[in-house]
Antibody, heavy 121, light 108 residues
Framework: QVQLVESGGGLVKPGGSLRLSCAAS????????MSWIRQAPGKGLEWVSY????????YYADSVKGRFTISRDNAKNSLYLQMNSLRAEDTAVYYC??????????????WGRGTLVTVSS | SYELTQPPSVSVSPGQTARITCSGD??????AYWYQQKSGQAPVLVIY???KRPSGIPERFSGSSSGTMATLTISGAQVEDEADYYC???????????FGGGTKLTVL
C-alpha cells in the first residue's frame, strides 16, 4: 500500500525543539523528492521544505529558514524535520508529501495524514 | 515573496459550473496545480501541469491557464465537491513552493 505516515507531533513550549518523522511505504522512496507542508488551524496550506532524492538539494520557506532542518534516510525509507526555536506561529498540522519534479516545476502527488504540532506555554 | 491569489469563496447550485481562479506573475512560465481538501482530510491532487487530471479524478474537473491566470473548472458540480481548493506553483527561481490562499467551494 502506497502511503506516508507522519509521527512526532505534540505540545512544545516556545523556544523548544521537536523532530518529526515520516515513514514511507509501497514505493521506492529513494527515487523521489520529498517535502513538508504545514497548515495552521483554520488556515491555508504553507510549503515548508523540500529535499531531493539524494538529499543533495534542499530548499526552505523563508519563515523557517535557519530554524528547521529537513533530512532523509533512504535506507530506512524515512523523512525527517528537525524544528528548533519553535514559535507560537509554528503551530500547525505538518504534512509529509511525495514530490514529483518536471523540469523546474515540482508538486506533490501523495500526502500523509499529518501530525499536529502545538507551540504553547 | 511570490504570491498566488485566489477568491476566498465560490458558491454554485448542484449541476452548475464552478470556476476558481488563481493569479500569479510567474504562471506564464510555471505550471499550476490544484488540490482539493475536504474537512479534516489531507489535500488531494485534482489537476497537475495546468490541465492534466490524475487517474481517479472525475472528468468534471478540468484546468486551464492563460497568461498570469490559471482556472479550475468543475462542470456540473456535485454536493460532494464541497471543499477548499488550493492552487500551487513554484516561484520563478524554482526554489520555493507557493500555495494560493484557498477557495471555499459551496455547492447548495
Amino acid at each position: 500500500q502506497v502511503q506516508l505516515v507522519e509521527s512526532g507531533g505534540g505540545l512544545v513550549k516556545p523556544g523548544g525543539s521537536l523532530r518529526l518523522s515520516c515513514a514511507a511505504s509501497g514505493f521506492t522512496f529513494s527515487d523521489y523528492y520529498m517535502s513538508w507542508i504545514r497548515q495552521a488551524p483554520g488556515k491555508g496550506l504553507e510549503w515548508v521544505s523540500y529535499i531531493s532524492s539524494s538529499g543533495s538539494t534542499i530548499y526552505y520557506a523563508d519563515s523557517v529558514k535557519g530554524r528547521f532542518t529537513i533530512s532523509r534516510d533512504n535506507a530506512k525509507n524515512s523523512l525527517y524535520l528537525q524544528m528548533n526555536s519553535l514559535r507560537a506561529e509554528d503551530t500547525a498540522v505538518y504534512y509529509c508529501a511525495r514530490a514529483q519534479r518536471y523540469g523546474a516545476n515540482w508538486y506533490f502527488d501523495l500526502w500523509g495524514r499529518g501530525t499536529l504540532v502545538t507551540v504553547s506555554s | 515573496s511570490y504570491e498566488l491569489t485566489q477568491p476566498p469563496s465560490v458558491s454554485v447550485s448542484p449541476g452548475q459550473t464552478a470556476r476558481i481562479t488563481c493569479s500569479g506573475d510567474a504562471l506564464p512560465k510555471k505550471y499550476a496545480y490544484w488540490y482539493q481538501q475536504k474537512s479534516g482530510q489531507a489535500p488531494v491532487l485534482v489537476i497537475y501541469e495546468d490541465s492534466k487530471r490524475p487517474s481517479g479524478i472525475p472528468e468534471r474537473f478540468s484546468g486551464s491557464s492563460s497568461g498570469t491566470m490559471a482556472t479550475l473548472t468543475i462542470s456540473g458540480a456535485q454536493v460532494e465537491d464541497e471543499a477548499d481548493y488550493y492552487c500551487y506553483s513554484t516561484d520563478s527561481s524554482g526554489n520555493h513552493g507557493v500555495f494560493g490562499g484557498g477557495t471555499k467551494l459551496t455547492v447548495l
